[in-house]
């Protein structure tokens, strides 16, 4: 079993002390988005096979189970989040008068 990652650890992002005040430095987010809904669907995944396991007798212990239910909820959790964040974000950019 894998253990888990760092969200930083999967975004590409480059170290502080190189870091220019560009906006071409920043990650886009596109691939902070695509990390989340890929990280939604490797733990969901992963779920799913100990569920199996577990339900044809071939997982002795249950609690890799239950750690993979809880990565999967909070990788769910995570991309709910960023999306309600982009929603503020995006409505709050509507209300800005031109």
């Keep these: 079993m894998e253990a888990i990652k760092p ?3 999967q975004i590409p992002l ?3 002390f190189e870091h ?3 906006v071409e430095d920043a990650p886009e987010f596109t691939d902070i988005f ?3 809904v890929s990280a939604v669907k490797e733990t969901d995944a992963e ?3 100990l569920q199996y396991l577990l339900s044809t007798g071939q997982l002795d212990n249950p609690a ?3 750690i993979a239910n809880t990565k999967a909820q909070l ?9 309600n964040k982009t929603m ?3 409505n709050e950019l509507m209300r800005i008068n031109l």
């Excluded at 769910?76 to 989040?81: G, H, M, Y």
């Design 88 to 90: 503020e974000a995006y």
């Design 47 to 49: 779920k799913t096979r």
């Design 34 to 36: 695509r990390s989340a």
């Design 20 to 22: 220019k005040n560009t």
């Design 7 to 9: 969200i930083w650890e």
């Design 14 to 16: 480059k170290p502080r």
């Design 75 to 83: 990788s769910v959790d995570l991309l709910v989040q960023l999306r």
């Design 64 to 66: 890799p189970l239950m």
